[in-house]
């Protein structure tokens, strides 16, 4: 019974340590710096990737003008590298007044990375209620709208999940009724099956992280003191994704004369 009451209290000891761990680097204005300039760093990478991605592109193709792929990168090279700036002075943002310029400044990248990944229709639909949540809270801050408008993220993100699952489902189905001799078929496949998978996954858990963000404090992904949070919740919901889509999705179009090149547009 005495050796059992020891086992217990060790194992208490080590989760309280766990929980001092956690505590003590965001606590850390060296480790918040830190953390928040690796992200800058790697947000920065893929903004430089997706730029590469759009010149290249553009030199081999320049004749069709804004295709769909060179406005999907574009686009990647915009989100990611407003994130790294943010990033870069993240601690001058969080000190900016009114705190609705805090939240624009940080609400925008995911706008446009919904609009980058998500259907259309979801981001005007976005646009139009988070600007008037935007106006609401500039003329005077009421905290439930900022609950709501975390929880109108956790919604879109539902239903961009819900949307790659089923419209990427669905092609793929497609795709395997078509010849197995189809030129570029299991290529074609295996493109869709990994975009749909890693969209849906990174959506999902952005939603599951805004439902938590509205509601625990502990949760907030817009304060200085979490930087582990940070680190965890941008790394797998938009640095992997977007480092993975852009290399799943690197080939470039055919030279014009080798085959017949028809963009999306």
């Known amino acids: 019974m005495e050796?059992?009451?020891?086992d217990v209290a060790a194992i208490a000891y080590k989760l309280k340590d766990t929980t001092n761990w956690w505590r003590d680097i965001n606590g850390s204005?060296?480790?918040q710096d830190r953390i928040f300039h690796i992200l800058a760093a790697l947000y920065g990478l893929v903004a430089a990737v997706a730029l590469v991605q759009l010149i290249r592109i553009q030199m081999r193709v320049p004749e069709y003008g804004w295709t769909t792929q060179k406005v999907f990168h574009f686009l990647n090279f915009l989100v990611n590298g407003v994130r790294a700036l943010v990033f870069v002075f993240r601690r001058s943002v969080q000190n900016l007044h009114p705190e609705i310029v805090q939240h624009i400044l940080l609400d925008m990248p995911s706008l446009a990375f919904f609009t980058t990944y998500a259907l259309l229709i979801l981001f005007w639909a976005e646009i139009y209620y988070q600007i008037a949540m935007w106006l609401i809270l500039w003329?005077?801050?009421?905290?439930?709208?900022?609950i709501l408008s975390k929880m109108f993220f956790a919604g879109v993100s539902l239903f961009a999940a819900l949307g790659f699952l089923l419209y990427g489902g669905r092609l793929f189905l497609m795709l395997q009724r078509f010849p197995v001799e189809s030129k570029g078929r299991r290529k074609k496949l295996q493109e869709v099956g990994y975009v749909t998978t890693i969209c849906f996954t990174c959506f999902l858990v952005r939603c599951i992280m805004m439902c938590f963000n509205a509601f625990d404090k502990g949760a907030d992904l817009d304060v200085l003191?979490?930087?582990i949070l940070n680190l965890i919740y941008y790394l797998l919901v938009e640095i992997l994704p977007s480092?993975?889509?852009l290399f799943i999705l690197r080939k470039l179009p055919p030279k014009r004369g080798i085959t017949q090149y028809h963009p999306i547009r």
């Open 243 to 245: 480092s993975l889509v």
């Open 225 to 227: 003191n979490h930087p």
């Open 139 to 146: 003329w005077k801050y009421i905290p439930v709208l900022v």
């Open 29 to 31: 204005r060296l480790w």
């Open 3 to 6: 050796s059992y009451s020891v």
